[in-house]
């Protein structure tokens, strides 16, 4: 029977060369000189580093600018609340991995209800759709890309024929 797997995971990778592209440009950018501010990837965050709060607001919009442009989307994007002490602001930048719970499960009620001839199966961090047909299958991947801002940011792997 094909089948395919709904996934929500970021491209580390462009994220990675976002950081490296925002890091540079913080060095480079005049009303950033003498400020040591940074950006640091650890596991699946960015810790922004600067003096003050204003700034971290801007670098917040140069790192965003730098994820669209290399295709990564904004909706695996959590922001933590700035922390400021005397002359040192961070924050840091938390990135989802993986359908939540809650996300699979409106995944599987959103297809029961439209009746689509497929069943869904929720398998860890990932969904898995199967039916007796291709066709059915394409059918739910298009709902599925028109109501994405309802769910989170997906993508179909894994198709199965």
């Not at 409106?106 to 001839?117: D, E, H, N, Y």
């Amino acid at each position: 029977m094909p089948s395919f797997d709904v996934v929500s995971a970021p491209d580390w990778h462009e994220i990675s060369n976002a950081v490296d592209q925002a890091n540079r440009e913080v060095t480079t950018r005049f009303d950033f000189k003498g400020t040591n501010s940074s950006f640091e990837l650890k596991e699946k965050e960015v810790a922004m580093t600067t003096e003050a709060d204003f700034q971290l607001k801007q670098m917040l919009d140069m790192f965003r600018g730098k994820l669209v442009k290399r295709g990564v989307d904004l909706g695996f994007l959590e922001e933590d609340e700035p922390t400021l002490h005397h002359k040192k602001a961070t924050q840091n930048l938390r990135f989802k991995d993986g359908l939540s719970t809650e996300t699979a499960k409106k995944i599987t009620k959103g297809l029961k209800a439209m009746k689509f001839k497929v069943q869904a199966q929720i398998q860890g961090e990932q969904v898995r759709v199967t039916g007796k047909k291709r066709d059915d299958l394409q059918v739910v991947i298009t709902y599925l890309k028109e109501n994405e801002d309802e769910y989170a940011p997906m993508e179909y792997t894994n198709f199965r024929d």
